[in-house]
């Protein structure tokens, strides 16, 4: 974990109510004072020699980035021997990644045990709104706006989430036409998630016609996630708070409340409790479709690197998944 995250660290920790053992990386040494616990310098040995119910990965760095195997099976073995690994950011971060051989060997559940969070579907706002959709219908187009702060996960991890949510309601997309603006003190567009910082707007192109855009940042003020779904039974908008249907005249049909209307910090609540949720406390949800949710993020930072619209397709076939 990076200094900037001690704060929300600490708020999560608080919130999840999981005591801490063990803590590294830049700001690994001040949390581990501030709840005595083990200050470490390895994330490699601590997941490969943990046997606590959860390890939580805020800033994975060079880890299991995909240049070397032995971090993926460190992750593949911690996670089957019953380890479950939270992080804030995509692992593995590119679906090329995937055709890793620890990847490939490793048994769905423990490839399930690998967790990124939090996850849109696994929100209570979201759920409920995913549970009003029987009654509404078919969805033609969505919008979602996705917002946080660098220590809450980078731009790249505010677009893989997203992509999740995109493909779970429309499925994956045929094209991808995205921009990229870095903040002030930002680099270029990168060539991987991992260090993709500042401003992206994205469309997406669905078969039958249906349509999505996003607009995500990692250099926002405030937490804030609004997801907005339009077909011929008016519109669904839904927040990490509360989700609102509206029928095609206009008239209010339903809200459905969640549980952080008063959250002086939504992304520590948010982010706590989706850990709760992994760790079995909440109904589960369809797991992460991985190869095309990495497919389509990265298909949306690539499109921002060319500036033409890439298909995710393409790369799932060009990364052998």
């Not at 929300?8 to 581990?32: H, P, Q, S, Y």
């Not at 880890?63 to 099976?73: N, V």
């Not at 929100?123 to 996705?146: C, K, M, N, Q």
Request: no cysteine.
């Amino acid at each position: 974990m990076r200094a900037d995250q001690v704060a929300l660290f600490t708020r999560i920790l608080d919130r999840a109510d999981l005591r801490l053992v063990a803590a590294g990386g830049e700001g690994g040494g001040d949390l581990a004072r501030l709840r005595d616990a083990k200050p470490v310098d390895d994330l490699r040995a601590l997941i490969a020699t943990s046997d606590t119910r959860v390890v939580l990965i805020g800033d994975p760095s060079g880890f299991a980035d995909g240049s070397s195997t032995t971090d993926f099976r460190t992750v593949i073995d911690a996670a089957q021997r019953g380890v479950t690994i939270v992080t804030l950011e995509p692992i593995p971060p590119l679906s090329l990644h995937l055709t890793d051989p620890a990847w490939q060997d490793a048994s769905d559940v423990a490839k399930e045990r690998v967790v990124f969070s939090p996850l849109v579907r696994r929100g209570t706002a979201f759920r409920r709104a995913h549970d009003l959709l029987e009654s509404y219908g078919p969805i033609e187009a969505v919008s979602i706006v996705t917002l946080g702060r660098s220590a809450e996960g980078s731009l790249g991890a505010r677009l893989t989430g997203a992509a999740d949510l995109l493909i779970s309601l429309l499925g994956e997309p045929l094209s991808v036409d995205a921009a990229h603006t870095p903040g002030s003190d930002d680099p270029p567009t990168p060539e991987t998630l991992r260090g993709l910082h500042g401003h992206l707007a994205a469309t997406f192109r669905f078969a039958e016609g249906h349509a999505a855009s996003l607009f995500a940042s990692d250099r926002a003020a405030a937490w804030s996630r609004t997801v907005t779904l339009l077909g011929p039974r008016g519109r669904i908008v839904a927040d990490d708070t509360r989700v609102d249907w509206f029928d095609a005249a206009g008239l209010h049909v339903e809200t459905l409340s969640a549980d952080h209307d008063a959250e002086a910090d939504l992304a520590a609540a948010i982010i706590a409790d989706d850990i709760r949720a992994v760790l079995g406390e909440a109904p589960r949800v369809v797991p992460v479709d991985l190869a095309g949710v990495l497919a389509t993020a990265h298909a949306a930072l690539l499109s921002a690197r060319t500036g033409h619209a890439e298909d995710p397709g393409e790369l799932r076939r060009l990364g052998g998944s």
